[in-house]
Nanobody, 112 residues
Framework: QVQVMESGGGLVQPGGSLRLSCAAS????????MKWYRQAPGKERELVAS???????NYADSVKGRFTISRGDARNTVDLQMNSLKPEDTAVYYC??????WGQGTQVTVSS
C-alpha cells in the first residue's frame, strides 16, 4: 500500500511564494512519475506540473515561468515551488504518484 502526503500550503498575498512538498511512501520498489494537480471551487481538477523518473518536466500554460517542479533527495518525493502567485492560483493542490496514488490535498489561498 502506498501513502501520499502533501505539505506546505497556506495563505499568501498576491505576488508571494509558497513551496509545496509531497512524499509517497509504503510498498514502493521503484521511482515513479510524479504530478501536481489542483482543483478550485466549482472547477474540475487540472494538471499543474509533472516530472518523470528521468527528470523531464511539463507545466500547464497558466503556471509556466512561475512554478517549478523538482524531485527531492529521497525516493518519490517532489516539491512544487510557486512564485508570483495570483488569486486564480487559489485551489486545493494534490500530489499524484504513478498516475495511481493520491494525497489528501493541501489548500493554497492567494489573497490580500
Amino acid at each position: 500500500q502506498v501513502q501520499v502526503m502533501e505539505s506546505g500550503g497556506g495563505l499568501v498575498q498576491p505576488g508571494g511564494s509558497l513551496r509545496l512538498s509531497c512524499a509517497a511512501s509504503g510498498s514502493m520498489r521503484s521511482f515513479y512519475n510524479m504530478k501536481w494537480y489542483r482543483q478550485a471551487p466549482g472547477k474540475e481538477r487540472e494538471l499543474v506540473a509533472s516530472i518523470t523518473v528521468g527528470g523531464s518536466t511539463n507545466y500547464a500554460d497558466s503556471v509556466k515561468g512561475r512554478f517549478t517542479i523538482s524531485r527531492g533527495d529521497a525516493r518519490n518525493t517532489v516539491d512544487l515551488q510557486m512564485n508570483s502567485l495570483k488569486p486564480e492560483d487559489t485551489a486545493v493542490y494534490y500530489c499524484n504518484a504513478a498516475n495511481t496514488f493520491w494525497g489528501q490535498g493541501t489548500q493554497v489561498t492567494v489573497s490580500s
